[in-house]
């Protein structure tokens, strides 16, 4: 994680020469997918937590983005179904999803609370059932609906991500909680006008 | 490294205890984190923030992530 502060982003190219040079994001195909789909989702972990950052300065990096999904089965469908529409292969551990894509297979991972992987396009997205110390339905009404490229993107409350976080105390949370802190106490004493330690 | 073994069929806990004693530091803690009520505020504060609230547009974000693992792409060749 940077503090370099600064502008927003550091934009090099501007929007429509990056969309004509490169295509539109696949993330962002997939949550206009699951926008028009309905799917009830919301965006947790270090993905999520970036929405609250305060410059590109403070964004951090991550591989993959972890998608928090009710135990619906029609709802789970309905979020492969867009992953695939956008281009994305699912994963279930090393394997691929089971065929065909309904309400049994639905049913069963649901049922198992199993992670299916979305990747395609070097993009990596978990679309999870489980989100340490919370139910979906304790996250859902806390959500921001953010904007990103004109589509709606609910994200979790910043304050259920790092809760979650601090439940599961895995090492790599540990590492990710001691950063934030410290990058939040940083900017705090940077907008006090006092120079970070 | 991620395991020590020690095989404890045959010793005593004083020796396994001799044994680990070296590798102790290495042990990677686990378990709930408690967050400091500084941690919690400086929270409340982000979330409060007016961009922060829903309808905010959050495109610079994606972009910046974008720009980010393109960088680093870049460097992998």
Redesign the interface.
Known sequence: MGLGGGP?????LR?LE?LILTGP?P??RLAAGLERSGVRYVVIGI?GV?????S?GI?F?TEDRDLFLPLDPGNALKAWRAALDAGFGLWSGDEPLGRPLDEVLAEQVVSRRALVRAEGH?VVVDLSFVMAAFSFDDVWPRR??????GID?PVA???DI??S???????K??LF?ATH?DG??QL?RRRRGRPPK | MRAIIVRVSDRDDDEIARIIAPFRHLA?????????D???R??????SAPE??????????????????DY??RLKG
């Open positions: 927003p982003v550091p934009g090099l929007p990056r994001d993330f962002s993905a970036n929405h609250y950052a305060q590109a964004v990096t070097g921001r609906i953010f904007k990103v490229d993107v409350s910043l304050k790092v809760a976080k601090a439940a599961a105390g895995r090492p949370d540990r909680l802190e939040l106490r705090g | 990677r803690e686990t378990g709930p984190v408690v967050l400091s500084e941690y919690i400086m929270i409340d504060e982000v979330e922060n609230q829903s309808g905010s547009d959050k495109t610079w974000v994606w972009e910046a992530d974008r720009q980010f693992r680093y792409d």
